[in-house]
């Protein structure tokens, strides 16, 4: 089927499926995608309305870790598919439950402070369940800083993984003195940098491939290219990278911003390059260009061929012809855990 035929097809699909469904599309989603999304936003904006939602089906257009975060997030009558089962992220691939478990239990040992286990929401379910069952908490690159604060003001050193960097650069921008932040080794040893009595943030030691592909290199060019142009990268970036960019912030933060910003201005964005690209079609009025071109395959793994396949399922089960064939279910035995680190991460923000 041709692209035309199929982007009718979910329409017509989405049209007879009516509030029985609700699409939800991340931000670095294809263009073919978002224009079906019924909300589009980073990881946090959508867990918070896929939480929200009455649809008896939410197809998410994102990444698998999303996808669990939705069904834990769900009612019981609600099913959650995800159009492409293999996509995965390989940040979240760099903890295992097993390692985390073990390092957790040796570093309470060390550490003087009473630790809180904080996962980012890119994560599967038994980290975030982990989380919820040893008093933590998830957190995305949106709101990190407010959940770093509310541990530190009980007192408690910050376990923090996958992503060293999001951590790292959350930490110094909250003014956390070096010495207090210790990465954790990933590898079966759990060396630790730094002196681990007295830390307050330590730090998995993960990345997200996607934004390590950023230099300080990539930032001084194009402000030579372009005099006078703004530097926005995502906190996922190298400590460096985000020290010589003017600022740094979510998807959501960076949307909103070139969202607002004034005609005429400039802006180099250190992120996902399908968003960007994005962007700069949206605005045209504005100079956008990505630091460099650095794409999530994950995230494109959401075609419309995919998402026509799952919304047909969903059609088909209705009328009893067939099965829903993306579905994602979470294991039973991590769903309370990680509805209430994902819940905790909620009440917290949003007070």
């Known amino acids: 089927m041709d692209k035309e035929k199929l982007i009718n097809k979910i329409k017509e699909i989405k049209k007879d499926l009516g509030k029985r469904i609700v699409i939800p599309a991340h931000h670095y989603q294809s263009p073919d995608i978002v224009q079906f999304g019924d909300f589009i936003g980073d990881s946090y904006k959508l867990a918070v309305e ?28 609600q099913k959650v598919l995800l159009p492409e089962r293999s996509a995965g992220c390989p940040m979240a691939d760099m903890a295992a439950i097993e390692f985390v478990e ?103 030691d993960g990345y997200c491939p996607i934004h390590q592909r950023f230099t300080v290199g990539d930032i001084k060019y194009l402000r030579e290219k372009y005099p006078g142009i703004k530097i926005i990268v995502h906190p996922e970036s190298a400590v460096e990278v985000v020290n010589e960019a003017d600022m740094s912030g979510s998807t959501e933060k960076i949307f909103r911003l070139i969202k607002e910003s ?28 990505p630091l460099r071109e650095s794409k999530c395959k994950n995230m494109l793994k959401i075609t419309l061929e995919a998402l026509n396949n799952s919304l047909q399922s969903i059609l088909d089960y209705q009328k009893g012809k067939g099965k829903l064939i993306t579905e994602i279910r979470v294991a039973e035995e991590y769903k309370t855990g990680a509805k209430k680190a994902l819940q905790k991460m909620i009440e917290i923000v949003e007070g």
Not at 266 to 287: C, H, M, Q
Request: with cysteine.
């Open 50 to 77: 896929c939480s929200k939602t009455d649809a008896d089906y939410i197809v998410f257009c994102g990444v698998l870790f999303m996808a669990e975060g939705a069904s834990i997030l769900s009612r019981d009558n």
């Open 262 to 289: 004034p005609s005429g201005s400039k802006w180099g964005i250190g992120t996902e390059s399908t968003f960007v690209n994005r962007l700069a079609d949206d605005y045209p009025d504005k100079l956008i260009v």
């Open 102 to 204: 073990k390092a957790y239990e040796k570093i309470k040992k060390e550490v003087k402070r009473d630790i809180a286990p904080v996962v980012y929401m890119n994560s599967y379910a038994d980290l975030k369940s982990f989380c919820g069952i040893h008093g933590g908490s998830v957190c995305t690159s949106s709101n990190a800083d407010k959940i770093f604060e509310y541990y530190f003001k009980q007192d408690k050193a910050i376990l923090f993984f996958p992503d060293y960097y999001l951590g790292r650069n959350t930490a110094n921008t909250m003014g956390i003195d070096e010495k207090y932040i210790v990465k954790i080794k990933k590898d079966s040893s759990f060396k630790s940098t730094g002196d681990i009595t007295e830390a307050k943030v330590l730090l998995w």
